[in-house]
């Protein structure tokens, strides 16, 4: 009996050790259970980030903690109709994956890895450097051309760790579900149609950003979707007035989208250079699409660019009444 006590004392001692070794966690605040660690933990496993050791943050401040190491005072944490619960973050030294510990408290055990299995695709994905890092010259010469260009690649990084997921058996992300459908589309054409009424718009800039920060997380959500459902976010259940949405925005383009996204490696298999330069040209060209379905355009001129609202009255007025009638339909 004695040696066996022994012999588990040992063996705990030897797993600390080698959890230690696979993630360097550092807690801010209250903390997670040792189940949610483990969880964590198989998660980065599963998608083979552990190679080498992990830096991850859990903390009580996600916000805070991420502008603090970003450096972005504009980082915020909602997304769409959800709200972000970890995010990766390249650094000089490898990457810092900062994990959102309320949101965490309250998952179950699985959602946790699953989504370390995801951050720990974007780990992957910055160590081999396939990522926009470094590539403006692919943009062309203007601006706006590289903001697209980062939409597009963002959506990319999206669509190959959750092509991964798949391959290892993960289950649909619960954003995409049916459920989410309907907040999701109501969210677009709300967003849409706000940046075209809100008084702050008159400044073309601030027009534009409100404009790409809703291209940014509907062409992401496209992105997550694709990998599980070939033919779309499931909505054959879903309200007349959000598949009209899904028509108006999105509608044939899924298929364009796919069609390139099918093409690619999935985040566990290298890129060649080559490869990923040409995908990021052909996701500027979806997202200069993706935009044009949304309503806009930009244009380029000898030493500026200029974002223009583009579609006819009667498309816009449509966007109006289906707002006007899912508000309605809510407050019922
Ligand atoms: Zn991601």
Known sequence: MVSHL????HLD????LMKEMLMHLTTEGAGLDSSQLDAIETGLVAIGATQDSVEVIVTDNLVTKVREITGDPDYVAVRGSGVVGAKTIPTANDSV???????????????????????GGHVLLNRRGETVTGRRHLAGGSEWQWILLCVGALAL?????????????????????????????????G?????????????????????????????????????????????AQASDLARATWNDYVG?????RTKLYS?????????????????????????IALLKLLGFEFTTEPNSYSFWRRGSDAQWTRREARFRKAVDGNAA
């Open 191 to 235: 967003e849409i149609l706000n940046a075209c009424v809100d008084p702050r718009s008159d400044d073309p800039q601030f027009f534009m950003q409100q404009v790409i920060r809703t291209q940014d997380w509907l062409s992401k959500y496209l992105a997550y979707a694709a990998p599980f459902y070939p033919d779309g976010p499931p909505q």
């Open 97 to 119: 994956i900062v994990l959102n510990a309320p949101e965490f408290r309250r998952r179950e055990a699985e959602d946790l890895e699953r989504i370390l299995a995801h951050e």
């Open 13 to 16: 001692e030897y797993l600390g």
């Open 6 to 9: 022994a012999c588990a004392f």
């Open 157 to 189: 990084d999206e669509y190959r760790i959750e092509r991964a997921l798949a391959e290892l058996g993960y289950a649909p992300p619960e954003s995409c579900d049916l459920d989410h459908f309907e907040p999701t589309m109501f969210m677009v054409n």
């Open 263 to 287: 093409a690619l490696p999935s985040a566990r298999e290298p890129m060649p250079n080559p490869q990923f330069d040409t995908a990021l040209r052909q996701g500027l060209d979806l997202e």
């Open 252 to 256: 044939d383009h899924w298929y364009e």
